[in-house]
Structures are given as C-alpha cells and as structure tokens.
C-alpha cells in the first residue's frame, strides 16, 4: 500500500473552511484514498473515500489532483466537534486486510 | 453507513482476571474483524485478524493464549484479555468490512476501553 504524509497538526476558525492535505505521491491505479477520523475516546469514524473523481457526502469532501499524487479533505464548515486526529489511508480493495493508521493529522477547531 | 458495535465501552478489572469484549456487526454479516489497541497519545496498531469459523491471525509480538479471539458467528467476534495485568490497559478497537460494498471501507466500533488495576 502506498505511503501517505500528512502534516502532524493543524488549526482552524470555527466555521470556516478546514482543509487538511494528504500526499500519496506513489500512489498506484488501483489504490483508493480513504479518510478517517478519530475523536478522542472513540474508534475512527470513516468520512469518505474516492480513486480519481473528487467526491462529496454529508460530511466532507475529497479532491483528488489530476495525477493522484496528492489529495484534500475539506470539512466546509467545521465545527468545535470536528476537533479529531484525521487519517489519509491508501490501499487497494482488499476484504481480508485491516487499514494501516499513520500518525494522522490533529486538527483542532478553535471558537 | 454500516454499523459496528462493541461492549462494553468500559471495563475496570483486578489483576489477574479475565475480561471478554464482543464486537457486532449490526446490519451486516462479517468473515472477517480486526481487533486493534491503542495506547494514549499512539495510533492503532493491529492486534489479529479474526476470521468467522477458524482461528485468528495474530500480529508478531501478540501472545495469542493471552488475547484469546473467537470468531463463531457473521456478526460476533470476541476478544478476552486472559489474566490481565495493568500493562494491558488499553483502548481496544474492532472492526469490519461492511459487506455489499465494493470499495473496501472499513467501519469501527466504538472502541473498549480497559483499565486494569
């Protein structure tokens, strides 16, 4: 599965837009993005995922660059409960095979 | 999205009991559940693969007769932390594939968190 880098923190203004970056620069065809999210005291909590197509759900959305080799969650609005550890997982789609975490980026949304 | 449902959410034992942790899926059927632990500050790290109908798969460094893990059902894989010493608390963590799904997303529980004294 292909490494991700993600920055190990990061801030953002209540309602504002959160952006966090994940680079998957050896990231192969095959390999999905998937985001997670981890509050404390809880299990990840998964956001979304996507191969090439930007996507977008209730919660987020995920832009993916045209060559794959980077991507973003964006949370439109965040709030004071989007306050998690956010994980970028790639891998490819394999039932028998758990998700590897990474350290993660620790987003905290200040009032 | 698919959900994943464990119990308890907290436990606190004496040393040198035993402490079982059940893991469902809720609205789905599951071959396959992991079962992760996390220490504070640290990300998960992956304890056994279990695997409905036949033994786990165990991580090098997990004693296999101490975190026993029974896989009978669809539905139902438990973990029981045998003898447990204080060095085995920790937030413990189950997961599944959601079946149906064809891109691979892994759903969580809500995690157990043990606490041995």
């Known amino acids: 599965d292909a490494k991700t880098t993600q920055p190990p923190s990061m801030d953002c203004a209540e309602g504002r837009a959160a952006n966090l970056p994940c680079n998957h620069s050896t990231i192969s065809g095959n390999e999905y993005v998937y985001w997670y999210r981890q509050i404390h005291s809880q299990g990840p909590q998964y956001i979304i995922h996507?191969?090439?197509n930007n996507e977008t759900n209730e919660m987020a959305s995920l832009i993916i660059t045209e060559d794959r080799k980077s991507s973003t969650l964006i949370l439109p609005h965040a709030t004071l409960r989007d306050t998690a550890v956010y994980y970028c997982i790639v891998r490819v789609v394999n039932y028998g095979q758990n998700f590897v975490f990474g350290p993660g980026t620790r987003l905290s949304v200040l009032p | 999205g698919a959900v994943v449902s464990q119990h308890p959410s907290w436990v606190i034992c004496k040393s040198g009991t035993s402490v079982k942790i059940e893991c469902r899926s809720l609205d789905f059927q599951a071959t396959t559940m992991f079962w992760y632990r996390q220490f504070p500050k640290q990300s998960l790290m992956l304890m056994a693969t279990?695997?409905?109908?036949?033994?786990?798969?165990?991580e090098q460094g997990v004693e296999k007769d101490k975190f026993l893990i029974n896989h009978a059902s669809l539905t139902l894989s438990t973990l029981t932390v045998t003898s447990a010493h204080p060095e085995d608390s920790s937030f413990y963590i189950c997961?599944?594939?959601?079946?149906?799904?064809?891109?691979?997303?892994?759903?969580f529980g809500e995690g157990s968190r043990l606490t041995v004294l």
């Open positions: 996507g191969l090439k």
């Open positions: 997961s599944a594939h959601a079946s149906g799904s064809f891109t691979g997303e892994l759903f």
């Open positions: 279990s695997n409905e109908g036949s033994k786990a798969t165990y």
